[in-house]
């Protein structure tokens, strides 16, 4: 009789802990990495600066040292280790092109960042050819983004958490509540079915695909709705992450504003660290606080609604469904969170000034090809059509109303408590 032993995993919320950990202790201990040479204004200084043999084995040292960091949180979630390894170099390089279109002295006159590049080079791709299911599958985009705000962490000092984490609160439940009911109100207006309405109501007010996914569990919700909802998260995401910059700055806005109107407008992490990077370090910090802020959320308002699911199923049927624990908020509580907060609190009081000046470019570089790395296998995954696959196009249009309200109100709120 034959038995099968279970793999061994952790939670990737914990994974991404332990690994962005593991990047700082490598850091402060045995080896810092050097950051490759990107910039270039002509074609003599891209031969001469990027692609000289020095740079060339910092950039393979890189790709050996991040496979490497990679493969460890792959094997712990557990995913297949060989499909990673096949399918990370492909990312990998594309990556890399993205960093040096972005490296150009013309290009950085525009304030573009390499994000852009990342997610510009994906979509083309991801769109325009059938990639292999097995690859699909190899993309670790939440593993590659989270890994990079664990390592933001490292930046950003506790009391300037302490000051922005309050405000964003207050904001995320003005936010969370006005945008949730407002959506679920479209959602019944236009006649959605209410499973797809609830998970729908919680993407767009709390944290996108996180929060579909945690609503979805939460009701046990269908697959395929699922599915549908994450489709539209990410590719909405992408035009919001490009053009609220833009409006952000064609009107003057302060960095404080935009990073709290994009923190709070944004679905997915990523998309607020891609957006807030485009405006400047500001709001790239004020940005990850409040949509972290938003995300401390996701707990309540996945125990939230288990209560009201099982109170509704219990009394349009005969049957009797179990009730939600508090165990529920743990579970959704993104565990990532605490991973910055303590990265934060090391750099903060545990590490001295000059030992932060030492490993501090070298940790904002793999902080940077983390997040690159992570909006190249966003573009690679998000196909457009999958926004026109479903039948009806009432939740897509709910959906859309729902974000355009989002957008305005937490505007708004950004205004009323981040306007200096």
């Known amino acids: 009789m034959s038995s099968k032993t ?19 202790g490598i850091s402060l201990f045995l080896y810092l990495p050097s950051v490759p040479v990107f910039k270039w204004s002509n074609g ?15 950039l393979f040292l890189q790709f050996i040292y991040l496979i490497g960091i990679g493969v460890i949180g792959i094997f712990l979630v557990g995913k297949s280790v060989k499909n990673f390894l096949l399918g990370f170099p492909v990312v990998y390089v594309l990556t890399v092109i993205a960093l040096i279109i972005a490296g150009n002295t013309t ?10 590049f990342s997610l510009i080079i994906g979509l083309s791709i991801g769109n325009f050819f059938k990639l292999p299911e097995w690859f699909r599958l190899a993309l670790s985009t939440e593993i590659f983004v989270k890994i990079g705000l664990v390592l933001l962490g490292s930046s950003i000092i506790f009391s300037d958490i302490l000051k922005a984490g309050s405000l964003g609160l207050i904001q995320a439940l003005v936010v969370v509540l006005s945008v949730w009911y407002f959506a679920f109100w479209v959602c019944k207006k236009l006649k959605v079915d209410e499973e797809l309405a609830l998970m729908i109501s919680s993407a767009v007010s709390i944290c996108g695909v996180s929060a579909a996914i945690a609503t979805s569990g939460a009701i046990k919700g269908d697959s395929k709705k699922l599915s549908y909802v994450i489709s539209m998260v990410l590719v909405t995401a992408v035009p919001m992450m490009i053009f609220m910059p833009i409006i952000a700055k064609h009107f003057g806005f302060p960095e404080e504003v935009t990073g709290a109107w994009l923190g709070g407008s944004i679905d997915t992490s990523g998309a607020v660290v891609a957006s807030g990077t485009l405006v400047g370090e500001t709001a790239l910090k004020i940005s990850t606080i409040v949509k972290f802020s938003q995300n401390v959320l996701l707990g309540l308002a996945a125990f939230a609604i288990s209560v009201y ?4 199923q219990n009394k ?9 624990t508090l165990r529920v908020i743990w579970e959704r509580f993104p565990k990532f969170v605490i991973g910055f907060i303590a990265a934060s609190l090391v750099f903060s009081f545990l590490i001295s000034t000059e030992t932060r000046d030492v490993v501090k470019d070298s940790l904002k570089n793999l902080q940077g090809i983390w997040f690159a790395l992570a909006f190249t296998s966003i573009g690679l995954e998000t196909n457009f059509k999958d926004l026109f ?3 009806s196009k009432k939740p897509l249009y709910a959906f859309l109303i729902a974000q355009l309200f989002n957008i305005i109100i937490t505007l708004i709120i950004a205004f009323l408590l981040f306007d200096k």
């Open 309 to 312: 699911w099982t109170y509704a």
């Open 44 to 58: 003599s200084d891209l031969i001469n600066n990027v692609f000289n043999i020095q740079n060339i084995k910092d």
């Open 107 to 116: 290009i950085k006159g525009f304030n573009l960042e390499a994000v852009i």
């Open 6 to 24: 279970k793999q061994f995993t952790i939670h990737e919320d914990w994974t991404v802990v332990l690994l962005g950990f593991l990047i700082i």
């Open 389 to 391: 696959s479903n039948n």
């Open 316 to 324: 349009s049927s005969d049957v009797v469904a179990a009730k939600p």
